[in-house]
């Protein structure tokens, strides 16, 4: 159920998001794919935004977190948390949509400092 408005959610931005865009910038939906079992392929969208000025260059990721990116061992944290490392340490700016009570902390904002601003969640 939750892939299903996972990705309703993400299909929507993209929608809501593409007619504010100027026409130097494009959104754009991207897929994580891993295999869990020899029969079951996992696909984890995200958005992506572009910028055309100087050619193609990604310039902000935009994910809503999952189950499986908030789940200690999963193949889907693991993924999820390479990504997070590499768009963190690129010039791509990072948006983390988390819309589930439970799981790891699984933000780039530190857990005490997103409690300290936002208050108790």
């Known amino acids: 159920m939750f892939r299903g408005l996972r990705h309703g959610l993400i299909v929507y931005l993209e929608e809501a998001l593409q007619p504010r865009l100027s026409e130097a910038y494009y959104a754009d939906i991207g897929h994580r794919v891993w295999v869990e079992t020899p029969h079951d392929e996992v696909r984890e969208p995200f958005l992506q935004i572009f910028s055309r ?39 791509t700016n990072l948006v983390e949509i988390d819309l589930l009570r439970g799981g790891e902390h699984t933000t780039a904002v530190p857990f005490d400092l997103a409690q300290e601003r936002a208050g108790a969640f």
């Open 53 to 91: 000025l100087e050619g193609e260059r990604l310039v902000t990721t935009v994910e809503v977190l999952s189950p499986s990116n908030k789940t200690p061992g999963s193949p889907g944290r693991d993924l999820y948390l390479r990504k997070q490392r590499e768009v963190l340490g690129s010039q």
